[in-house]
């Protein structure tokens, strides 16, 4: 007899009606952004290096058929959707949720295009699949130390899958525990090639799980019960019980990343932007700043490991960095995220002024909304010059992004795509792909032939 958990999950896989486009709102946001930051990653060196292990994955453009095994689009796509960390956030798994399910979904389909018209649903399945598997975990799986994109990504990318395969429950749980076999990933690598290379694993990892379960292979029935899945990764403490958790493929639960790095820099980034507007209303220069408090509920920090940042990818788990940069700039873009960008001497005098800290008590989740960030500025006499405060997270469902914030974000996507791979393809185009691929007509082409 299975668990409650793996019951409710696996008849959502199963048995859940086909949706239309239209029925789930979400879902074409998600991969207008997904795919928009699979364009802009498709230049950076974990990306090209990952292509170059396949023939003719050097010539591979995001738009057009993939010459290479669906598992290893899955793997590119993957990856380039996470290099730049601007994929979306999912709050309550403390995920990027879309990097691995949107790979998975596409490297199916591109072999078996007639399965198209279930992408919609099926990236429901697995967004439904994220945000149940979080609500167990809790925060204590994060703050263990697990990449929770890569341990929780396999299995919602296979459940994904498994409902666009059409599998029943039985085989479906066979994908979900053969995913689970396959998941892991190490907050160690932040800021390494490896960790955006960790989504794109989990991305084909869930792919490659539900394959197997479609062709017969089998694994335990139930991976959630006694001394499986929730067992073996969770933390100290357990989030929701398992029994409790319900399923909804209508629950949309999405941030939008608005700047290109760490999601838990992004209050800070937006209290320095309010802190920024208030100085130059006031006519206060940043040299008469002498310290700078950012101050964050507990364990808000704990995945920006960087203090020194050395090269752009460090940068993005810098708190004082991108703080300085929002000071400074007044904005903060992937160009400053290149590596010359976090050496320059203005931002790393100001940084020398910036404190981190974290209030005290007990983490309760990294991602929590209850309590604000605070940005404290004073001058040499302890003067007091600003002090901001931002409550929600940017882009949130707490705080959604506007049309022109999407907008603009595709676009700063696009430019960079063209700008580091000389191949160029403009908004408007770049729209109807999208469109295209979650069309009910669509026809995708295959994989060249001989793959």
């Not at 003067?383 to 914030?405: C, F, I, K, R």
């Not at 691929?437 to 994989?447: E, I, K, N, V, Y």
Request: charged share 20%; proline share 7%.
């Amino acid at each position: 007899m299975t668990t409650p958990f793996t019951a409710r999950l696996t008849e959502l896989i199963a048995a859940a009606p086909l949706h239309s486009p239209d029925s789930l709102p979400y879902v074409r946001p998600a991969f207008e952004d997904t795919l928009a930051v699979v364009f802009a990653g498709w230049g950076e060196p974990v990306t090209r290096r990952v292509a170059a292990l396949y023939p003719g994955g050097a010539e591979m453009r995001p738009d057009g058929s993939f010459p290479v095994h669906p598992e290893a689009a899955a793997l590119l796509l993957g990856t380039a959707a996470h290099a730049l960390d601007y994929d979306d956030v999912q709050l309550t798994s403390c995920t990027h949720p879309s990097a691995p399910i949107v790979a998975a979904l596409l490297g199916a389909v591109q072999s078996e295009p007639e399965l198209a018209p279930r992408t919609t649903t099926a990236y429901g399945v697995g967004l439904a699949a994220n945000v149940g598997l979080g609500r167990v975990l809790g925060f204590s799986h994060y703050e263990k130390g697990w990449h929770a994109t890569s341990t929780i990504g396999p299995l919602a990318a296979a459940a994904a899958v498994a409902y666009l395969y059409g599998l029943g429950p039985a085989d479906a749980g066979h994908a979900l525990a053969l995913a689970a076999a396959q998941a892991g990933g190490l907050q160690r690598n932040f800021g390494a090639m490896a960790k955006p290379l960790q989504a794109g694993l989990a991305g084909c990892a869930g792919l490659r799980a539900a394959q197997l379960a479609r062709c017969g292979l089998t694994a335990d029935a139930d991976v959630f019960g006694a001394k499986g899945y929730f067992d073996l990764y969770g933390g100290a403490e357990r989030g929701e019980d398992p029994d409790d958790v319900e399923f909804a493929i209508d629950a949309g639960e999405i941030s939008v990343k608005l700047y290109p790095c760490c999601y838990q820099t992004h209050r800070p980034i937006a209290v320095a932007l309010q802190a920024r507007e208030h100085l130059h209303r006031e006519g206060i220069a940043l040299e008469r700043i002498a310290a700078i408090d950012v101050v964050a509920p507990p364990g808000s920090y704990l995945p920006l490991r960087v203090e020194d940042p050395s090269i752009g990818s460090e940068g993005k788990f810098c708190g004082a960095y991108t703080v300085a940069c929002a000071l400074i700039d007044g904005m903060v873009g992937l160009s400053h995220f290149e590596d010359e960008s976090v050496r320059r001497p203005e931002v790393r005098a100001l940084m020398e002024r910036i404190r981190m800290i974290e209030r005290e008590g007990k983490p309760d989740g990294l991602l929590r909304r209850g309590s604000p960030v605070e940005l404290i500025a004073r001058d040499a006499d302890g003067g007091l010059l600003v002090h901001t405060e931002v409550l929600a997270y940017p882009g949130s469902p707490d705080n959604p992004p506007t049309a022109a914030q999407r907008e603009a974000k595709v676009r700063d996507c696009l430019a960079y795509y063209e700008r580091r791979t000389g191949n160029g393809i403009d908004y408007e185009n770049f729209q109807a792909f999208v469109a295209g691929l979650l069309s009910p007509a669509r026809r995708m082409p295959r994989a060249a032939a001989g793959d």
